[in-house]
């Protein structure tokens, strides 16, 4: 099985200021036939179900602001939101689709300085 | 409107058993692969398994294989997850997602709680 390990599991940021969270897996999830990475970053509010915001790594769903950022390859990813808001406390999941079992990480919870 | 409604959580002894449903509505349903995760009280997420859209091809995570099943009905745009033998920690909030195969989950429902407690 691949093991996703996050970190920090929990941060505290300044409004307006960057946050960075950390996502490594433990053998790549590039597949190198279409140079895609099988990973993706999931927010979930309290009380309410995970929404994708990032998938392959790096490519933003529709409708996610742009302060959301993905990047890494292989087996270290970062998700960055730059310009922290107020509605971003939540807490961050990455998950890798390369093979099952689909792993998560174990969270990253983010909360307002 | 895409939607998932899940329904069918509830409390359940030590090894009994219990089905959840998931209502899909807004898309095509049997186009499209179908997962279920779930999330302990205060955990994280855990995948549990994934169904492909015609429903011939399943995968289970190790810690439920022999124990869940899943299964789906296209004629009635509906998932399943029959649960059997359950356990203590199988207690969580399970959620129903669209998941295809080497694909994220792009989305999912507001999930139901099963308690597993005498």
């Known amino acids: 099985d691949i093991v996703m390990t996050q970190s920090p599991d929990s941060l505290a940021v300044s409004l307006g200021e960057r946050a960075t969270i950390n996502c490594k897996s433990s053998?790549?999830?590039?597949?190198?036939?279409?140079?895609?990475?099988?990973l993706a970053w999931y927010q979930q509010k309290p009380g309410q179900p995970p929404k994708l915001l990032i998938d392959w790594a790096s490519t933003r769903e529709f409708g996610v602001p742009d302060r959301f950022s993905g990047s890494g390859s292989g087996t270290d990813f970062t998700l960055t939101i730059s310009g922290l808001q107020a509605e971003d406390v939540a807490v961050y999941y990455c998950q890798q689709y390369y093979s099952t079992p689909y792993t998560f990480g174990q969270g990253t919870k983010l909360e307002i300085k | 409107e895409m939607q998932l409604l899940e329904s069918g959580g509830d409390l359940v002894q030590p090894g009994g058993s219990l089905r959840l449903s998931c209502a899909a509505s807004?898309?095509?349903?049997?186009?499209?692969?179908m997962s279920w995760v779930r999330q302990a009280p205060g955990k994280g997420l855990e995948w549990v398994s994934t169904i492909s859209g015609g429903g011939g091809t399943t995968y289970y995570a190790d810690s439920v294989k022999g124990r869940f099943t899943i299964s789906r009905d296209n004629s009635k745009n509906t998932l399943y997850l029959q649960m059997n033998s359950l356990r203590a920690e199988d207690t969580a909030v399970y959620y129903c997602?669209?998941?295809?195969?080497?694909?994220?989950?792009?989305?999912w429902g507001q999930g139901t709680l099963v308690t597993v407690s005498s």
């Open positions: 997602a669209r998941q295809d195969f080497l694909y994220p989950i792009d989305h």
């Open positions: 053998q790549s999830v590039l597949y190198s036939s279409n140079n895609k990475n099988y």
């Open positions: 807004g898309f095509t349903f049997s186009s499209y692969g």
